[in-house]
């Protein structure tokens, strides 16, 4: 699976918007399969841009038997907030795409993060 940022950004849309299940768009993106909306969900958590419930017996994340995320007891952190604000206006978001598929279209989240920062402040004068 390659990283999506445009499912990435509608992820952090959904979670902040409290949503009890993953919106149409996020389903078109990905294709209507949840493997990918749970591994790019997946990713977020690792990373520490979301947060997730963990049993307390096991230690693991509380997913459905599934494999499946309830988008409802995602939450994001601090990082997770600062990553969307910087990414959620479109013309903002597209010029930051443009930058990332200038070369090659793949960079890490930690890049991606850097240049979302640096783009927001370009578009706001600072």
């Known amino acids: 699976m390659k990283r999506d940022y445009d499912l990435i950004r509608l992820i952090l849309i ?60 995602c939450k994001l952190t601090m990082e997770g907030h600062d990553l969307l604000d910087d990414i959620r206006d479109p013309s903002v978001f597209k010029k930051l795409k443009d930058k990332v598929n200038s070369v090659g279209g793949q960079v890490s989240l930690h890049v991606f993060k850097t240049l979302a920062a640096e783009t927001f402040k370009s578009a706001i004068g600072l």
């Not at 078109?28 to 990713?43: C, F, M, P, W, Y």
């Open 14 to 73: 959904d979670i902040e918007n409290n949503v009890q299940e993953w919106s149409e768009a996020i389903k078109s993106r990905a294709g209507k399969d949840t493997q990918v909306i749970n591994g790019h969900v997946e990713l977020l958590v690792d990373h520490g841009e979301v947060k997730y419930p963990k049993d307390p017996k096991t230690g693991r994340h509380q997913v459905l038997g599934n494999g499946y995320w309830m988008p409802m007891m």
